[in-house]
């Protein structure tokens, strides 16, 4: 430390601008951040990547979770790009922003040129990044199980993973903003063990007792399983998937902006 | 890329109040925390909110943060309302919260730099580490730096972007004797340099010596206000004593006993009833008293 008064830190001689970076540097620079922070916490990395690839791994070497006339391989590809996206978009998101809130860098960023849309911003731009890191490391695993994706099945998983996203991002800071951290933490990791294993992604909705398949399909898991599956496994495509996982995703975003708290007080 | 919004005119900062607020009224469900809040805080200033947990100084600053919407009243800061303030507006207030507001997950410096790195002409982020010991602890995750540590890390984020208007939140708490002089020392020189700094605090060496203005607040008002010296000068206590404090250096205890008992006649001719001690009523004993009064 040097002694007092060796420099200025508060001076603004006549070449000093106090302004803001732009906006798009500043965004760009927090969702450096966000990701670095995520890549370098070991939790997140287990939820990210690591449960993932045990779902692919179970999925295809288990004789569980197979569609009739579909290869074991699509359809143990289609619940693995549902959990990573689940364990990206909701859980991950929904414990860090939980933290974050209760350690007032909420509070914080929301004093700083960032801003609370800045803030936003990044962390989803975060978090579309670390889903291209799930698509290279998993998909590199599941070609290397024999996976031969076809074309247009990828392109038409963009969308739904994009839609997927967004509402499964509402989800995660909608819990995030309204409970304690401690419920954050032990609801995100409970309903993505439920979302996966009994809400569709895991195991097709037609693999349930009849009364509970309306209760699936009627979850944003259960309308991204089925998407995910239409288009990297081949079966039958359901408008009725796209309408549920729409609804989620305006609903979930309108919760959001109506009773998400940047305060933990 | 959006460019950066001009800074308010030289003259437009030199004719506002860094800080005006009027009125301000703020409850939490039943509790009012701030009940006709009004102060000002000038350039070149260190003013210092003064009173006990749960006096409203958080609230007040929080307001005047844009961290929280007033019910009532008006917060101006550097003429403009805080609740709808833009980036180009929050680049020029400089922030550190009480709690901390440090991402737990990141490491020091990598957090100095990232606040750096969203002004467009920030501060050396190296020379202000150095300056406040931060580059000892540079590469620790800030979930394991110490209560004094985040403080002085929480400091220079604050400062990183070369505000008009800092407001510190108990600035020194949790830091040992040494880091808190340097950190008064700093903020003097901030002062100095035509900054306002707007501090809350119930420590008296952060008030002593540093604060040009001082606001005592207590349930949610102000009860006093002025330089250190005008509010022990002008205080009355609650049953109307006045302290008059004298200060003598060289005299003999038995000359400054006499000299009592001569104030005490000269005080009786005039019909007031002089209690003469030594020493005198300093702002620490004026601050329990204000605010247990109010209790």
């Known amino acids: 430390m040097t002694a007092p008064g060796t420099v200025r830190p508060a001076g603004r001689p006549a070449e000093h601008v106090t302004a803001p970076a732009p906006t798009l540097r500043r965004v760009l620079r927090h969702a450096a951040f966000e990701a670095r922070i995520m890549l370098s916490n070991g939790e997140q990395l287990m939820v990210a990547i690591i449960l993932p690839v045990l779902v692919l791994l179970g999925l295809r070497l288990l004789p569980v979770g197979g569609i009739a006339g579909v290869a074991p391989i699509d359809s143990a590809v289609a619940a693995t790009a549902g959990t990573a996206l689940i364990s990206t978009s909701f859980t991950s998101q929904a414990i860090q922003t939980g933290f974050d809130r209760r350690g007032g860098v909420l509070r914080w960023i929301a004093t700083t040129p960032l801003g609370r849309d800045g803030y936003l911003a990044g962390k989803i731009i975060a978090t579309l990044g670390l889903h291209v890191l799930q698509v290279l490391v998993l998909g590199g695993i599941a070609l290397a199980l024999g996976w031969r994706p076809a074309v247009l099945g990828l392109l038409a998983a963009v969308p739904v993973w994009l839609l997927g996203t967004v509402a499964f991002g509402a989800l995660g800071l909608l819990v995030a903003g309204t409970l304690r951290t401690e419920a954050v933490l032990a609801l995100s990791n409970i309903l993505f063990m439920l979302f996966v294993a009994v809400g569709g992604i895991a195991l097709p909705p037609t693999s349930y007792p009849r009364i509970l398949r309306g209760l699936v399909d009627l979850l944003p898991s259960g309308a991204l399983g089925e998407l995910l599956r239409a288009s990297l496994a081949g079966t039958a495509f359901s408008w009725g998937s796209v309408v549920v996982l729409l609804l989620w995703a305006v609903g979930g975003s309108f919760a959001v902006s109506r009773w998400f708290r940047w305060t933990s007080v | ?228 010296e005008e509010v022990i000068a002008s205080h009355h206590e609650a049953d109307g004593t006045v302290h008059l404090s004298a200060t003598a250096a060289g005299v003999d205890p038995a000359v400054a006993v006499t000299l009592g008992t001569e104030l005490r006649a000269a005080a009786r001719r005039r019909g007031v009833d002089l209690h003469v001690t030594t020493g005198a009523a300093d702002l620490e004993s004026v601050l329990l008293d204000l605010t247990q009064e109010r209790r």
């Open chain 2, 1 to 228: 890329m959006t460019a950066p919004s001009p800074v308010p005119s030289s003259a437009y900062r030199a004719e506002t109040p860094a800080l005006e607020i009027t009125g301000l009224v703020k409850n939490y469900g039943t509790v009012r925390a701030a009940d006709g809040i009004s102060l000002t805080a000038r350039r070149g200033e260190v003013t210092a909110l003064l009173g006990p947990n749960g006096a409203g100084k958080t609230t007040t600053i929080s307001c005047a943060t844009g961290l929280l919407r007033p019910d009532a009243g008006t917060v101006r800061v550097l003429g403009e309302d805080p609740w709808r303030a833009s980036a180009a507006h929050r680049a020029h207030v400089g922030v550190m919260i009480q709690d901390g507001g440090l991402a737990s997950g990141a490491r020091a410096m990598d957090l100095l730099r990232y606040g750096a790195s969203l002004h467009v002409d920030p501060l050396d982020v190296d020379e202000l580490a150095a300056h406040l010991g931060i580059d000892a602890f540079a590469r620790t995750l800030v979930r394991r730096l110490s209560g004094g540590q985040r403080q002085r890390l929480g400091l220079a984020l604050a400062l990183v972007g070369r505000p008009e208007l800092v407001f510190l939140d108990e600035p020194t708490a949790g830091m040992d004797a040494a880091i808190s002089r340097t950190v008064r020392h700093l903020i003097r020189s901030l002062a100095r340099t035509g900054t306002a700094v707007v501090l809350t605090t119930h420590l008296m060496d952060d008030v002593e010596g540093v604060a040009d203005q001082v606001v005592v607040i207590a349930r949610g008002s102000v009860v006093a206000s002025g330089s250190p």
